[in-house]
């Protein structure tokens, strides 16, 4: 009895694959398994860029909030790097002036890397100038 073979009950005649069955299952499997393998590379790093997207946003609004607190976000563009774990995340932090009020729009920009492309989490937010300008005691 031939691999792949079956013995029919009734009339005494074996059933195979033939050559050209094979081969079509050899090309078909040769289509679909790159095609699954660059599904998973893109299914992991689009996990990977969200995992790190959250963390940058947590990095952005830290940046935001202790320059809120220590008020120093008038003094000029300023920047730096925050490492969490193993990944280095690069924030910058600048301001321009808001058209109404006398508020001032702060931009915190932060960077990371994934599988070796950058991407960037930009967070915002409107600081008050008078509070600024009173807050001396």
Request: hydrophobic share 40%; charged share 15%; with cysteine.
């Amino acid at each position: 009895m031939k691999l792949g073979t079956v013995k029919n009950s009734g009339r005494g005649r074996e059933s195979a694959f033939t050559l050209a069955e094979c081969l079509a299952a050899m090309v078909f499997l040769a289509i679909v398994i790159p095609v699954a393998v660059q599904a998973l590379h893109v299914s992991s790093l689009a996990g990977q860029v969200a995992a790190r997207k959250g963390e940058a946003a947590r990095v952005a609004d830290r940046v935001l909030n202790q320059s809120l607190v220590l008020t120093n976000w008038n003094s000029g563009p300023q920047n730096g790097t925050f490492n969490e774990g193993s990944d280095e995340f690069r924030w910058k932090l600048s301001s321009q002036n808001w058209p109404k009020d006398a508020m001032e729009l702060l931009t915190a920009e932060v960077t990371f890397s994934a599988q070796g492309h950058d991407y960037t989490v930009t967070m915002s937010t409107l600081a008050n100038l008078q509070n600024q300008t009173n807050s001396a005691p």
